[in-house]
């Protein structure tokens, strides 16, 4: 599929949990790039209880949403907007942790396999489909499946704070890219990988 049919992002999820316990929280990095992307936009958050979310709107008229379902049940909130506002799986972007990239790594896909995460798990249930797009922000593994609730409910190093930071600081300079439904032209930015040495140890 070339750019030119690629279908412009009508909504931009990021997950997370809701609550200050969880604000810090390696789970919450779809919240962080959400929430500077609405700085960056000049766009405002404001709870919507019809979508079970934070909701804002940018001046092109693409909706920013955190569902405050908590993770497991995020795609009560996304299916609930979609609907509203008809906008297709295929104008959907979810921005969200992934424990099979290190932090300072990113990748933006569209469908696929779910890799275990619940957020995703309910979205794909609610819209009944894989067939939308990913941003998926590298956390790290624990290296022990057993350990990745404790994991992902953790903040990061400050190591691996910097890198998440810079992944999103990365993602952030390919939003017009982005916008306008460029998808491989944003890949090139956003899949690039960190420069030598800054791994986080």
């Known amino acids: 599929m070339s750019n030119t049919s690629r279908p412009a992002p009508k ?21 962080w790039f959400c929430e500077r992307l609405a700085a960056r936009l000049g766009a405002h958050f404001n709870r919507e209880s019809r979508f079970h979310g934070q909701v804002a709107k940018t001046t092109d008229g693409i909706w920013l949403l955190m569902p405050e379902t908590f993770m ?3 795609g009560q909130s996304v299916g609930a907007l979609a609907r509203f506002f008809r906008i297709s799986p295929a104008e959907i972007l979810v921005v969200h942790d992934e424990l099979d990239l290190p932090p300072g790594q990113s990748r933006i896909k569209f469908g696929g396999g779910l890799g275990g995460h619940n957020g995703l798990k309910d979205i ?6 894989h067939d939308y797009w990913r941003l998926r922000i590298g956390i790290g593994h624990p290296g022990d499946r057993n350990a990745v609730v404790s994991f992902v409910l953790k903040r990061p190093s400050r190591a691996e704070e910097e890198l998440i930071d810079e992944t999103i ?8 890219d982005i916008q306008r439904g460029a998808y491989d032209a944003a890949a090139q930015t956003i899949n690039a990988r960190p420069s030598r040495g800054k791994e986080a140890k």
């Open 72 to 74: 497991n049940r995020s």
């Open 11 to 31: 909504l931009i999820v990021g997950l997370g949990n809701p609550g200050p316990d969880y604000t810090e929280t390696r789970h919450n990095a779809g919240f």
């Open 124 to 129: 794909s249930a609610h819209c009944g489909t």
């Open 169 to 176: 600081d990365r993602a952030l300079s390919a939003w017009p």
